[in-house]
């Protein structure tokens, strides 16, 4: 019988913790375990492990944490050469060396059907550009941003109200399952890669809070787009002309025209908050005032008539 694999594994937040435990379930030896360093969280800014280094611990798997891979000696520190290192959202950029230390190379789980969405925020962009389909890519790495091989591809639907955090909690469980798929054929050499289209690229860079600030010029449909992208954060968010903040955690567009400026709420009560756009109405629904807790639209219209009012872009 021969030896179990040896497969390194490199991710950081609950994304990964999926592919990690598919990776155990198929009988290898993870040898190492690389995740980002211990990072302040929380409101005591208290050191806090990463997902993927409590899943690995709970195992009793050796975590390696270094905070960049650019020195020779962190490679040196990572042990004998496995035969496969997989990544999945790690966030560190490997270097040629680390490219080239496992016998197989290197593989990562990317959130998206490449070329379609390379970059950091693939769940988000693909909510934000209203995609009817996603999924999970399995490439070879190379030196290009998310440019390498892809070895297989599984697809999903995206639900019509489906928000970042659900379509991330779905897509997770497909990684794994396309690397319990793929893993097979990986480790025999058997499995050819299929070169992306460069042409048919586009980019997701990542997320800024600054990103949230909805602008009512937009359409209803978009502006829907962007508060289920933006769930769980940055969370959409707007102001009334008086300067007070509301987040948006659920709205829905609806149809009609709005017959007033980009903004103006045409409707307040039990049901929500209507607020014309560039094209269409936006019922918020669920909203969160400042410090205050998540709350139906109802509820805070009851406490804060917006007879008259605007929100600003």
Not at 42 to 48: I, K, M, T
Not at 239 to 254: F, H, K, T
Request: charged share 20%; glycine share 8%.
């Amino acid at each position: 019988m021969s030896a179990p694999a040896r497969i390194a594994f490199a991710g950081t937040p609950r994304f990964a913790v999926p592919t990690l435990h598919a990776l155990l379930a198929s009988g290898a030896r993870v040898p190492v375990v690389l995740t980002q360093p211990d990072r302040p969280s929380g409101r005591g800014r208290q050191l806090s492990a990463s997902p993927v280094k409590l899943a690995a611990q709970a195992h009793g798997l050796r975590v390696a944490q270094p905070e960049s891979l650019a020195p020779s000696s962190a490679l040196a520190d990572l042990g004998d050469a496995p035969d496969l290192l997989v990544v999945i959202a790690y966030g560190l950029l490997l270097p040629s060396a680390m490219l080239a230390w496992p016998r197989l190379g290197c593989v990562n789980l990317h959130a998206s059907l490449l070329p379609r969405w390379r970059g950091a925020a693939p769940i988000q962009h693909a909510l934000l550009a209203r995609d009817a389909t996603t999924g999970v890519s399995l490439m070879r790495i190379e030196r290009g941003l998310d440019t390498g091989a892809v070895y297989l591809a599984r697809s999903t639907p995206i639900g019509a109200r489906e928000t970042a955090g659900e379509l991330h909690d779905r897509l997770a469980t497909l990684a794994a399952e396309t690397l319990a798929a793929a893993l097979p054929e990986l480790l025999a050499g058997t499995l050819v890669p299929t070169p992306q289209q460069a042409s048919l690229a586009t980019h997701a860079p990542k997320i800024a809070k600054a990103d949230a600030t909805l602008d009512w010029r937009s359409s209803a449909l978009d502006l829907d787009a962007r508060v289920r992208a933006f769930d769980p954060w940055p969370i959409a968010e707007t102001r009334l002309g008086d300067g007070a903040r509301l987040r948006i955690w659920r709205a829905e567009p609806r149809g009609g025209a709005a017959g007033a400026a980009p903004g103006a709420v045409v409707a307040a009560g039990p049901a929500g908050i209507d607020v014309a756009t560039g094209d269409g109405v936006l019922r918020l629904t669920k909203v969160q005032p400042p410090s205050g807790r998540v709350m139906d639209a109802g509820a805070y219209v009851a406490a804060h008539p917006l007879d008259g009012a605007a929100f600003v872009s």
